[in-house]
């Protein structure tokens, strides 16, 4: 009966670890680009060029994961402060911005419109 106590415990221990371990805290970092996709480019620009302004990052960040011991991630709880998860979680939603900005050619020249342009 001791052992099962002990057994029992050590899983109860493992299971609350793993809601609030490194790892899915991180991956919750990553975000879609694909929410950025309505909002007009000036104003993802200014958007994105604040949020980097405000937590002192490039505006070309990108999420950083850690790298625990091989088969522990789950298991690594996580032990950042709570300003490095928000500027963490900063650099996800700039990385997002930036895709959006990218795929949507956001801040460069329409070259469409010069093509077809009639001579003034």
């Not at 975000?31 to 909002?39: A, C, H, I, P």
């Not at 790298?67 to 900063?90: I, L, Q």
């Amino acid at each position: 009966m001791r052992w099962n106590m002990m057994i029992l415990a050590s899983c109860l221990a493992t299971a609350g670890c793993v809601g609030n371990s490194m790892s899915e805290r991180q991956d919750a970092d990553v975000e879609s680009s694909l929410q950025y996709d309505t909002v007009p480019c000036d104003q993802l620009l200014a958007q994105r060029n604040g949020l980097a302004q405000q937590y002192n990052l490039p505006v070309t960040a990108k999420p950083t994961f850690s790298n625990p011991a091989m088969g522990f991630g789950p298991f690594t709880p996580d032990m950042r402060s709570k300003a490095k998860r928000d500027s963490d979680k900063a650099s996800g939603e700039i990385d997002a911005m930036n895709r959006s900005i990218e795929r949507r050619d956001c801040g460069k020249p329409d070259n469409q419109k010069k093509k077809f342009a009639l001579p003034s």
